[in-house]
């Protein structure tokens, strides 16, 4: 079946560095999605990529679609304390039969920041 | 957050035992999931509906039912819960069909089992 790595696992950075993290599928996604989870919260849709090579930004997020639509990245630039939590990027199976409705989601990557 | 509850949001039951565990949407989407949390390994999909009476399988389905008889209300059942079940299970909903497809999750059930 359809599977999605990310890395790093974790990733532990000072305030104001950058981080990223990469997602990659295994077989070509329709679209991507990329989500984050607060500590003991829930996951928050953040953005959706549909289209080979797009790029997207969301304020100091970064995210971008391969020109093959199997990978992925989410780029913060100058962290906060803020920007803690765990990552999670999702993709949608372009060869499900019409069935755009199943995510499969990658293990995420959390993220921690030292102020 | 989209207008859904799970209920209850922590529960402790020994195994051998019937566990249900409800979402409830207030918005009308006819499409919901549920999924399961584990450290190590992210989210996973259990069973989802794209209507009243519509339900298929995902990728971790053994061990669990679902059923929808109303469009705001999707059940997960454990039959006879084990200790592997124990985890944290988050319903989800896609205001879909068409374009965009995010989805949208509840606060999530702690679900131990002793």
């Known amino acids: 079946g359809q599977q999605v790595m990310q890395i790093p696992q974790y990733q532990h950075v000072q305030e104001g560095e950058d981080f990223t993290t990469y997602c990659n599928s295994s077989?070509?996604?329709?679209?991507i999605q990329w989500y984050k989870q607060r500590p003991g919260g829930h996951p928050v849709f953040l953005i959706q990529?549909?289209?080979?090579?797009e790029v997207k930004k969301q304020k100091r997020l970064t995210f971008q679609f391969g020109e093959a639509k199997k990978n992925s990245s989410l780029h913060i630039t100058a962290t906060q304390t803020t920007d803690v939590g765990t990552y999670f990027c999702?993709?949608?199976?372009?060869?499900?039969?019409?069935?755009?409705?199943?995510?499969?989601f990658g293990k995420g990557t959390l993220l921690t920041v030292n102020p | 957050d989209a207008g859904i509850t799970q209920s209850p949001r922590h529960k402790v039951t020994e195994t051998g035992t019937p566990v249900t565990l409800r979402c409830h949407q207030t918005?009308?989407?006819?499409?919901m999931y549920w999924y399961r949390q584990d450290p190590g390994h992210g989210l996973r999909l259990i069973h989802y509906?794209?209507?009243?009476?519509?339900?298929d399988k995902g990728e971790v389905s053994d061990g669990y039912s679902v059923s929808r008889s109303k469009t705001e209300d999707f059940l997960l059942t454990l039959e006879s819960a084990t200790s592997s079940q124990t985890s944290v299970y988050f319903c989800?909903?896609?205001?879909?069909?068409?374009?965009?497809?995010?989805?949208?999750f509840g606060p999530g059930t702690r679900l131990t089992v002793t």
């Open positions: 989800a909903i896609r205001p879909g069909p068409r374009y965009p497809y995010e989805q949208y």
């Open positions: 077989t070509t996604l329709s679209n």
């Open positions: 990529l549909v289209k080979s090579g």
């Open positions: 999702a993709g949608v199976a372009l060869n499900s039969g019409g069935s755009n409705y199943k995510l499969t």
């Open positions: 918005e009308n989407h006819r499409y």
């Open positions: 509906s794209y209507g009243v009476k519509d339900t």
